[in-house]
């Protein structure tokens, strides 16, 4: 929207006010399945068995793993030469196709209880190109999920569920960044950033999980070639 409108970068702290109100829509919407999770995980630490909700929480963690050291070893290439309209254009529509090809041909079968630590690990490494902008960290997870055969609910809930590291990841490397730049806040705006950012990303979880069994990925595939096509008009 900045370079579309003409709008001076809204600054880093602005950056770190949208992910902690994405966090707190994520955490707040799944609550009562992480805390699930989370009790079953750390009882497993403890000598309890080890129950499929354990064992998700270890390929939530072994998962994030790819994208924590690409993000790392990388990150000046990625917020330079990637961070382009027309990157973020293509990658809208050809991750977009992919993401409709997936729906079409994934087998829809397995449920929640059926993922397994290589499913995980593959998931985590698609999340990978999500470094790239245009890509989308949920439709391209989503997309690993439905090529492995898993529901349309199971993988967004799995895409979900991953989101919380990476943008606790994200929002960590944001916030020391901005310590490191001692640049002046507005308490007011960041509040209004943080508000606005979490109620939207609820929302879109809320009514994604809803619709998505009933509309299946194609809305959301017809948005990103639009948006791609957009981007190639303003900017070709």
């Known amino acids: 929207m900045p370079e579309i409108a003409g709008w001076e970068d809204q600054g880093l702290v602005y950056d770190i006010a949208a992910h902690a109100g994405s966090l707190i829509a994520v955490v707040s919407y799944f609550h009562s399945d992480l805390l699930r999770i989370a009790r079953d995980w750390l009882a497993s630490l403890s000598g309890a068995s080890t129950t499929q909700d354990a064992r998700l929480a270890w390929y939530i963690i072994f998962a994030s793993i790819p994208v924590a050291l690409c993000g790392y070893f990388f990150y000046g290439i990625i917020s330079t030469v990637f961070r382009q309209p ?82 606790v990841m994200a929002g960590a490397y944001e916030v020391y960044r901005y310590v490191q730049l001692d640049a002046p806040t507005d308490p007011l705006a960041f509040i209004m950033m943080m508000v606005v950012s979490g109620v939207s990303a609820w929302l879109a979880i809320r009514f994604f999980l809803t619709l998505i069994n009933r509309t299946g990925m194609l809305p959301y595939v017809i948005y990103r070639i639009l948006l791609g096509l957009f981007l190639i008009y303003i900017y070709i």
Request: hydrophobic share 55%; with cysteine; aromatic share 10%.
């Open 86 to 167: 027309l990157v973020i254009a293509w990658c809208s529509i050809i991750f977009g196709l992919v993401l409709l090809w997936a729906d079409r041909t994934g087998s829809l079968l397995r449920g929640s209880g059926n993922i397994r630590l290589k499913d995980a690990l593959w998931v985590g490494v698609a999340q990978v190109l999500s470094l790239i902008p245009g890509t989308s960290r949920s439709g391209i997870t989503i997309t690993a999920g439905l090529m492995l055969g898993f529901e349309r609910e199971t993988a967004a809930r799995f895409s979900f569920y991953l989101a919380i590291p990476v943008i």
